[in-house]
């Protein structure tokens, strides 16, 4: 009796999915959570709702069969008495485009605790699937450019205590928003140093060369241009990001307790000290070349609240780390309040490089560039205004 109420129970979970919630008057597609827990396992995957009833219900079996959500909450009604799995998941919709990742860790296939990434890129305009090589002018050219990124600069960034740390060959599932391109490894190929299954982020900008950004396609609909070019509208963009304590594609924002994310992310390595505080590098793709900030206060950090955040990679509506020169900013933010030259000393208790630093404040926050000697854009660094 009690595996047939599971059962029911798994059943009416998955169906939950297919059908719109009446009442409920959505502008445009939008993304909601539906989960079931069982014992220590809990199983959340995401749901489309906003269609017309049978696009959707379209759209919703597609998405939890490429997520397997139908296995993996069949998993967990096994693991009932004894074991767990738990999925977690992140995507958005921009534009009709739909891209998710779902991530599986626990018990998933045997009695072995392993985590497995699936992922689902839909256009919801037509209901087809998008694969990667799609986004790009020549994808054989594009894989093999990229192949050789991962290769020379990817790879040697990469911790030596990996577990598994092979950034090639190129996985198949990934996940895309207008910061950049996410590839979703196999945990036996690349894993992070807590066992989990790899991720690296890909920022536009980085292989801007390559894309196929055509008016009216798929990276044009996700907002890549902008993200990517300054333009007349990046003033306005730029001032509004800093203004919001955040940055594009980080799970994370200026006044937030530090502890519940290095719990939820694992630190990538141990903790520096700069000039005033505490540096943390966590573990995921979309925190490649990104450092948290922090107070400096004690050696524990549970009562540490994130004053700042910076980025030595990526690109922020429109300003490209490594390629925007300070030339090109100045014209568009105007003089910034003021500047201070990092001289040897200066770079070295900031454990960044020598150059020019721009002072913008935007709301309460204050958006720092950082130009190398060069006067090219090498860190966006936002903070809680002094």
């Known amino acids: 009796?009690?595996?047939?109420?599971?059962?029911?129970?798994?059943?009416?979970?998955?169906?939950?999915?297919?059908?719109?919630?009446?009442?409920?008057?959505?502008?445009?597609?939008?993304?909601?959570?539906?989960?079931?827990?069982?014992g220590?396992?809990?199983?959340?995957?995401?749901?489309?709702?906003?269609?017309?009833?049978?696009?959707?219900?379209?759209?919703?079996?597609?998405?939890?069969?490429?997520?397997?959500?139908?296995?993996?909450?069949?998993?967990?009604?096994?693991?009932?008495?004894?074991?767990?799995?738990?999925?977690?998941?992140?995507?958005?919709?921009?534009?009709?485009l739909l891209s998710v990742s779902l991530l599986a860790e626990g018990m998933v296939e045997t009695t072995k605790e392993t985590s497995v990434w699936t992922a689902v890129n839909l256009d919801l305009l037509s209901g087809r699937r998008i694969a990667w090589r799609e986004l790009f002018v020549d994808p054989k050219a594009a894989e093999t450019a990229i192949t050789d990124y991962l290769e020379e600069t990817v790879s040697p960034e990469l911790s030596p205590m990996l577990p598994?740390?092979?950034?090639?060959?190129?996985?198949?599932?990934?996940?895309?928003?207008?910061?950049?391109?996410?590839?979703?490894?196999?945990?036996?190929?690349?894993?992070?140093?807590?066992?989990?299954?790899?991720?690296?982020?890909?920022?536009?900008?980085?292989?801007?060369?390559?894309?196929?950004?055509?008016?009216?396609?798929?990276?044009?609909?996700?907002?890549?241009?902008?993200?990517?070019?300054?333009?007349?509208?990046?003033?306005?963009?730029i001032r509004d990001m800093a203004a919001s304590?955040?940055?594009?594609?980080?799970?994370?924002?200026?006044?937030?307790?530090?502890k519940p994310l290095t719990d939820r992310y694992h630190l990538a390595t141990d903790p520096d000290v700069y000039e005033g505080g505490r540096m943390f590098s966590l573990e995921g793709g979309c925190f490649r070349g990104i450092y948290v900030l922090t107070d400096f206060l004690s050696e524990e950090w549970d009562q540490s609240v994130v004053q700042g955040i910076r980025a030595d990679r990526g690109n922020f509506s429109g300003l490209c780390v490594g390629k925007t020169q300070k030339t090109e900013w100045r014209s568009l933010l105007g003089e910034p309040d003021y500047s201070i030259e990092w001289d040897e000393e200066k770079a070295e208790l900031n454990r960044n490089l020598q150059g020019t630093c721009d002072y913008y404040s935007c709301g309460s926050c204050q958006l720092r560039l950082l130009s190398d000697l060069d006067g090219t854009l090498r860190s966006v660094i936002l903070m809680e205004q002094e």
């Open 164 to 237: 598994a740390g092979r950034t090639t060959p190129i996985p198949d599932d990934y996940r895309m928003d207008e910061t950049g391109l996410t590839l979703l490894y196999p945990v036996g190929q690349l894993s992070t140093l807590h066992d989990r299954a790899g991720d690296v982020h890909l920022a536009w900008c980085e292989i801007e060369a390559l894309l196929r950004l055509d008016p009216g396609g798929i990276l044009d609909r996700l907002g890549v241009p902008k993200m990517i070019r300054l333009s007349a509208d990046s003033d306005a963009l």
């Open 40 to 96: 220590k396992s809990r199983v959340a995957y995401p749901v489309v709702q906003g269609l017309n009833p049978a696009e959707e219900k379209e759209i919703n079996r597609t998405l939890t069969e490429d997520a397997h959500v139908a296995e993996y909450l069949t998993r967990m009604s096994q693991l009932i008495s004894s074991g767990w799995i738990q999925t977690t998941w992140h995507g958005q919709i921009i534009e009709n």
């Open 1 to 38: 009796m009690k595996s047939a109420s599971v059962k029911k129970r798994l059943a009416s979970a998955l169906a939950a999915a297919m059908i719109m919630f009446s009442g409920t008057a959505w502008a445009e597609p939008a993304l909601t959570e539906n989960s079931l827990e069982l």
């Open 245 to 258: 304590g955040s940055l594009p594609g980080l799970p994370l924002k200026i006044g937030e307790r530090l």
